[in-house]
C-alpha cells in the first residue's frame, strides 16, 4: 500500500498516504479481533455467529434502502467518515451458520438441516443479488456447494446446483447491461479491457524480481484500483513473479495447516465449519489472482491481508479467529 495507494490517492485528491493510515487503524482493530475471537470455544463461536450474521442481514437490508449507489451498486453504508460493507463480515458468519445446521442435521435425524442451510442460502444470496454483487454471490454459492457435497450431498444435487448456476449466468449476461460488459470485455481481447491488460502487462516487464521496492511504476500509475483489486499486479510490478509465488504459497499454507488441523477431528461441526472458511478464504484469493491475471472476468474481488478495504479486513481477521478458535488445542 505505501507504494502502490498514493498515485491513488493523488488522483481523487487526497493525503499522499491516505490509504495506508486508515488501514494501519483496521489493521490495528482486525488483530484485536482476530485474537479475541481465537480464545472463544466452539459454542460461543456459533452465539457470536449468529448475532453477527443477524446483525448484518439487516445492516445489507439497510444499505438497498439509504446506502449511497456508487458505480451502479448499493453495498456501502456511509457512517461518520467511515464507508462499511457489511456483507465482507456477514461471509464468516454465514458459513459458522451453515456449518452448525449441517453438523446439526448428522446429530438429530429429525432436525431439518438442509432447509435451514438452504434458508441461510437464499437469504445472503438474494441480498447481495440485489445490490448486485454477483462476485460475491458466486463466492458463497461454490462455498456454499462445497459443504454441501461434504455434507453428503449426492452428486445428482451437485449437477443440479451446477446447472443452476450456468442458467444463473446467462440471465445475468442476458439482462443486466454491467455484466454484460464485463463478459464482453474479458471474451474480446481487442475490447476495453484496460485494467487487466495494464495488470498483464505489469506481469510482463516484472520479471522474477521486479523494479525493486518503492520503484514500481505501471500498476500503479495507470491502474485505478492498484490498491486493491489489483494489488497483484502491483506486487508483481515491484517485488516480481517471485514475490507473488510466495504469496500464493502463504495462502496454500493457511489452508492446507487449517484443514491439516480438522482431518481426524469427531465433532462435524469443526471440520464443517473450518473447510468451509478456508474455502471462503481460498476461493477470495484465487478469483483476485485470476482476475489480475487476465484468466476470470473482472470480479471486484479484494486479495485477502493485502488489500485496502478496512471491512474486509475486518473480515478477514473474523475468519482467521474463527479458524484459529476451531483448531487450537
Known amino acids: ?22 488501514q494501519l487503524i483496521f489493521a490495528v482493530f ?85 432447509s435451514f442451510a438452504f434458508g441461510f442460502f437464499v437469504i445472503a444470496a438474494l441480498l447481495l443479488i440485489l445490490q448486485p454483487d454477483f462476485g460475491q454471490t ?35 449476461y442476458q439482462f443486466l447491461p454491467h455484466v454484460t460488459a464485463r463478459i464482453d470485455h474479458f471474451l474480446d481481447p481487442s475490447g476495453e479491457n484496460y485494467q487487466i491488460a495494464r495488470a498483464l502487462e505489469a506481469f510482463r516487464q516484472a520479471g522474477w524480481f521486479g523494479r525493486g521496492p518503492g520503484e514500481g511504476s505501471l500498476a500503479e500509475q495507470y491502474l485505478p484500483d492498484a490498491h486493491n483489486d489489483f494489488i497483484f499486479a502491483a506486487i508483481a510490478d515491484e517485488f516480481g513473479v517471485l514475490a507473488c509465488l510466495l504469496l500464493l504459497l502463504i495462502y496454500g499454507g493457511i489452508v492446507f495447516l487449517s484443514l491439516m488441523r480438522v482431518r481426524n477431528m469427531q465433532d462435524p461441526f469443526v471440520r464443517f465449519a473450518v473447510s468451509g472458511l478456508m474455502m471462503l478464504f481460498a476461493l477470495q484469493a484465487g478469483i483476485n489472482m485470476s482476475v489480475n491475471l487476465g484468466l476470470i472476468p473482472a470480479k471486484g474481488m479484494t486479495l485477502p491481508l493485502i488489500s485496502y478495504g478496512g471491512t474486509s479486513l475486518i473480515g478477514i481477521s473474523l475468519l482467521l479467529g474463527m479458524t484459529t478458535a476451531l483448531t487450537r488445542r
Open 30 to 114: 482486525g488483530a484485536g479481533i482476530m485474537i479475541a475471537v481465537s480464545l472463544l470455544s466452539p459454542s460461543n463461536i456459533r452465539r457470536l455467529s449468529l448475532a453477527v450474521f443477524v446483525i448484518s442481514i439487516f445492516s445489507m437490508i439497510a444499505v438497498l434502502l439509504i446506502g449511497p449507489e456508487i458505480n451502479g451498486a448499493q453495498r456501502w453504508l456511509r457512517i461518520a467518515d467511515v464507508s462499511v460493507q457489511p456483507s465482507e463480515v456477514m461471509k464468516p458468519a454465514f458459513i459458522i451458520m451453515t456449518a452448525w445446521a449441517f453438523a446439526e442435521g448428522i446429530k438429530r435425524k429429525d432436525m431439518p438441516a438442509h
Open 138 to 172: 458466486l463466492l458463497i454459492t461454490a462455498t456454499w456447494v462445497g459443504m454441501f457435497f461434504l455434507a453428503g450431498l449426492a452428486w445428482s444435487w451437485v449437477m443440479l446446483f451446477l446447472v443452476a448456476g450456468v442458467i444463473g449466468l446467462y440471465l445475468a
Open 1 to 22: 500500500l505505501l507504494s502502490a495507494s498514493p498515485p491513488v490517492a493523488i488522483r481523487r485528491h487526497l493525503p499522499h498516504f491516505y490509504f495506508v493510515q486508515r
